[in-house]
């Protein structure tokens, strides 16, 4: 009962529900191993009672919570303060508020801002906490728009060095923007990556996640570059015919994109551009750049310079230089300051293209713009674990419990957060973390958003079987992303496909967060309410975070990958005659981005051609009879087409690959979704996933470029004359009319 005990005080649960109405309960050595992991001890009776009485004599105390939050409807309980407690408050503008007596009600009338809050008793005793005054709601969408979905990697033009870069952006935006009517492009994460050779191709695992990753940038557009003369001038051009051999490989050859091929290029290029002096006017708008990032931005241009010595995976550094802030990492970034600079001008760099891409997204007409993916996690190796390892919880990873469809779990190799410790800090990491992304963007998505209340942490070694839940203040995480939401003026989108507990979707819609709805999955699974089953997993979705599985992440290396489609679900999902039915467009919610598929699910002309179903079969991922699988698909799309042309959506008829695709997208017009994302993919008919979860050497995980039903890689420049690109995006446009 101790242990069970400390476990709440902690927010480790104790057992979990894999399926409505079951109950499990956690062993208690997860239990011991995950309060470790948060720094109590629980192995031994003794240790249980200690923690318990050291819990009592601290948090238990307390004049205050570690971060106090209010916001205009929902005032702090400082019910426990004793009486004749006075308050002040020192603001984030540096003034000063004396608030005498307690009264909760006065807090929510304070600036929005992050604050401190300072308790004193009649007796003397004194607290100090952050104080984090937010908006009751994040900003709506202007309006409905529909824009596209796309990885930025696979969008090359004829201008790119063998992947889509942000030049490519700009132009996709102001090009769609003006052409097409769109409001919004959403992208994969562009996090920084932990660099090789060989680099993860995935963006769902990154070093940071608080810096843009330089392998985006558009050489040419970089003002330096018309500066290089001479023997640079000549090396640059060298450079460039490489880069037009590696994109011609990747466009004309049947090459795959190669992210360290492309990189190695741009780095030489970029220590070219990095010998350039910079004008004053540069120079200056760089040396503001460099007080606004402050500690973070060095430290993670520390960590980029000794990656470059002693390899990316600083758990494997020399001991003085695990710790960023010893005295051994502080005599070598004295002696690195060359190669610190040069990484702190590539985030200066990528940072300027990436606010003209937004600026021609605006200026091109777009109400929102930019829409930036925010990864659940970052990789346990990188320059983020680094920086912050207080902020981590050491020998854990995140992942998702068995369930009903995968008996497994899953482990996605990312070590969690500890709410603790952003408890402590104001949430300072997590609110630095969002103000970065929200720089330049019209709204941020939020991959597997219900970890913002709670996660599966697995301890490091053991199945993901026997991980725990651990709670997060979800009050407290929705505050900061409303708050930093609010002054970028961005709207959010979370990720909420999968397993959701009861009550946070009403959470999330209550804080103006919007949700994701496919259009597959959208069935009415029995119960109505939307937390009340796993329809996502019903229907071949995952809960988790956007990547292919890694090896040393999932040691059996089968069944869902992280934000994968979910095989076993596909399996399991109910055959010929037990299907859901498939939601009317009225009882869709409105608080949402509503898309026919996403960058882990077959593309829609897959789906409607049989070719999803055949690539499984080839790479032996049908856990049943091919024939079933083929039968289970026809009789699905079936249904679906006769949905269709019963709401008068297919006037073409069936059997027309490119009818059907513009009738699902009719479909999500008729849904009173705020947002409408169409896969960039689709525009043009390709038979291929960026990401077939489930996979890793298998098949070519976020390394294919955009291509048509043949196969054959489209530029960006073919993309825009697409004549089935523009039938389909007319019909979004008139169905805003």
């Not at 010929?576 to 077959?602: F, K, M, N, Q, Y």
């Not at 059997?655 to 479909?667: I, M, N, P, S, Y």
Request: aromatic share 6%; with cysteine.
């Amino acid at each position: 009962m101790g242990r069970a005990r400390l476990a709440r005080l902690h927010g480790v649960a104790t057992s979990y529900a894999p399926s409505p109405g079951k109950s499990v309960q956690t062993a208690d050595d997860t239990v011991v191993a995950v309060l470790a992991a948060l720094g109590v001890d629980a192995s031994t009776p003794h240790a249980v009672r200690t923690a318990l009485a050291a819990y009592e004599d601290g948090a238990g105390r307390a004049l205050l919570p570690r971060t106090v939050v209010a916001r205009p409807d929902r005032p702090p309980d400082l019910t426990g303060l004793p009486e004749g407690t006075v308050l002040r408050v020192e603001t984030e503008g540096g003034g000063t508020a004396d608030l005498g007596a307690p009264d909760p009600a006065a807090l929510t009338r304070l600036p929005l801002g992050i604050h401190v809050l300072e308790a004193q008793t009649p007796g003397g005793r004194t607290a100090r906490a952050p104080l984090i005054v937010a908006p009751d709601r994040v900003p709506a969408p202007p309006g409905r728009s529909h824009g596209f979905l796309v990885q930025l990697y696979s969008l090359l033009s004829r201008r790119s060095w063998g992947m889509g870069d942000l030049g490519d952006l700009a132009d996709l935006a102001a090009w769609s923007g003006r052409a097409l009517g769109t409001g919004f492009v959403q992208l994969n994460p562009l996090h920084a990556a932990v660099p090789g050779p060989p680099t993860d191709p995935s963006p769902y695992r990154p070093s940071s996640r608080r810096f843009p990753d330089p392998v985006h940038l558009r050489i040419e557009h970089i003002p330096e570059y018309a500066d290089l003369a001479g023997t640079a001038r000549l090396r640059a051009d060298e450079l460039a015919a490489r880069a037009h051999t590696l994109r011609s490989e990747v466009l004309e050859g049947g090459a795959l994109i190669d992210r360290d091929a492309v990189w190695a290029l741009k780095r030489e290029a970029l220590e070219l551009l990095w010998a350039v002096p910079l004008s004053p006017g540069r120079r200056a708008a760089y040396c503001d750049f460099l007080a606004e990032q402050g500690q973070a931005l060095e430290d993670h241009a520390t960590w980029c310079a000794i990656a470059e010595r002693h390899g990316p995976d600083w758990r494997g550094w020399p001991d003085g230089l695990r710790d960023p802030r010893s005295p051994g990492t502080a005599r070598l970034r004295h002696r690195l300051l060359d190669r610190i600079d040069f990484h702190c001008r590539l985030a200066w760099l990528t940072d300027q293209q990436l606010a003209a891409a937004q600026r021609a997204a605006r200026d091109a007409g777009m109400a929102i713009g930019l829409v930036h993916d925010l990864a659940v996690g970052v990789h346990p190796s990188g320059a983020d674990t680094w920086a912050q390892q207080d902020a981590f919880a050491a020998g854990m990873s995140i992942g998702a419990p068995p369930d009903a469809f995968n008996a497994r779990g899953q482990d996605w190799g990312l070590p969690p957060w500890r709410p603790d410790a952003l408890a402590a800090a104001g949430y300072a990491p997590y609110r630095e973390l969002l103000r970065g992304l929200l720089r330049h963007a019209g709204a941020l998505r939020i991959d597997h958003v219900m970890g913002l209340f709670r996660l599966w942490w697995v301890p490091e070694g053991r199945p993901p079987t026997e991980g725990a839940y651990v709670r997060y203040d979800g009050e407290a995480m929705l505050s900061v992303l409303a708050l930093e939401a609010q002054r970028a003026g961005a709207a959010v989108i979370g990720e909420d496909l999968g397993t959701v507990e009861p009550g946070v979707r009403d959470a999330l819609d209550a804080r103006g967060v919007l949700g994701t709805s496919v259009l597959w999955f959208e069935r009415d699974y029995g119960g109505g309410e939307r937390d009340a089953a796993p329809r996502a997993e019903a229907a071949d979705a995952a809960d988790g975070p956007g990547a292919a599985r890694a090896p040393e992440a999932v040691p059996d290396g089968s069944g869902r990958g992280p934000a994968g489609e979910d095989v076993a679900a596909r399996e399991a999902a109910p055959g010929p005659g037990a299907a859901a039915r498939i939601l009317a467009p009225g009882e869709w919610r409105s608080g949402c981005l509503a898309t026919v598929t996403t960058h882990d699910l077959p593309t829609t002309a897959a789906r409607l051609t049989g070719a999803d179903v055949a690539l499984r079969e080839r790479l032996g991922l049908l856990a049943g009879p091919p024939e079933r699988e083929r039968s289970r698909a026809t009789y699905e799309l079936a249904e679906w087409m006769g949905e269709l042309v019963r709401r008068g959506l297919l006037p073409e008829g069936q059997g027309d690959e490119e009818a059907a695709v513009k009738a699902v997208h009719r479909f999500l017009l008729r849904t009173p979704a705020r947002m409408v994302g169409v896969w960039l993919p689709d525009a043009v008919g390709d038979r291929r996933p960026q990401n077939l979860p489930g996979t890793w050497d298998e098949y070519p995980n976020w390394r294919l470029p955009i291509a048509g039903p043949d196969g054959r890689p489209h530029t960006l420049e073919e993309l825009a004359a697409s004549p089935r690109l523009h039938a389909l995006m007319r019909e979004l446009s008139d169905g805003y009319r």
